[in-house]
């Protein structure tokens, strides 16, 4: 299943390498310890939904999309608007045992959310080329949340000083702000919630 790339595979492999970018960067504060690391891997998530767009776009005006495409954007999407944003929370300080589960329950969503709308997409279409509403919150979404922990890192509200503060449930530490994530991975799994796409 060897192909050439087109030139929207090159936008979406920049979405997956902004996503990247956005993990490394939150790795990086875990050792330095300084803000605008924290800052910079939040800075990636706009950069990887920019491309996410333009991929798309550019697919539909070279008439280039593919099943393979579709697949191609979807790891992308995982690893920018699922697994960066989670280990942004966890470097942020939402470390705890219950942290955990609920950042691995938020990417477990945008990977079935993700999973569902490509085996589904060609009858949500109706025999158009393009999807007309998403089931479910799109995973790129996750934008706000990374702007929500940006705007927390610029306020130096990070580690101890996280907003909400900690809670310890059966021996384990619960920051509130990770429900912010377990709400929009349930959101993103919903089937009753439909959303337009633009």
Not at 33 to 61: I, N, Y
Not at 150 to 166: C, D, I, K, P, S
């Amino acid at each position: 299943m060897i192909r050439s790339f087109h030139l929207a595979d090159v936008f979406t492999l920049a979405n997956a390498a902004c996503g990247m970018g956005g993990v490394f960067m939150a790795m990086a504060y875990l050792v330095s310890h300084e803000a605008t690391q924290l800052l910079a891997a939040a800075a990636f998530a706009p950069a990887a939904f920019f491309f996410d767009v333009v991929d798309g776009r550019v697919a539909r005006w070279r008439q280039t999309s593919s099943a393979l495409g579709r697949e191609l954007d979807s790891l992308s999407d995982v690893i920018s608007f699922g697994v960066a944003p989670a280990a942004l929370a966890f470097a942020s300080g939402m470390a705890g045992l219950w942290d955990s589960l609920a950042l691995t329950y938020f990417v477990c969503c945008g990977v079935s959310r993700l999973a569902r709308y490509n085996v589904t997409a060609e009858a949500l279409s109706e025999g158009s080329d393009k999807v007309r509403y998403f089931e479910g919150t799109p995973i790129p979404t996750s934008v706000l949340l990374t702007a929500v922990l940006a705007w927390a890192a610029w306020h130096g509200r990070v580690g101890e000083a996280l907003y909400g503060g900690v809670w310890t449930l059966a021996g384990a530490d619960l920051h509130p702000l990770v429900l912010l994530f377990a709400l929009s991975g349930t959101l993103m799994i919903s089937k009753t919630l439909h959303v337009p796409k633009l």
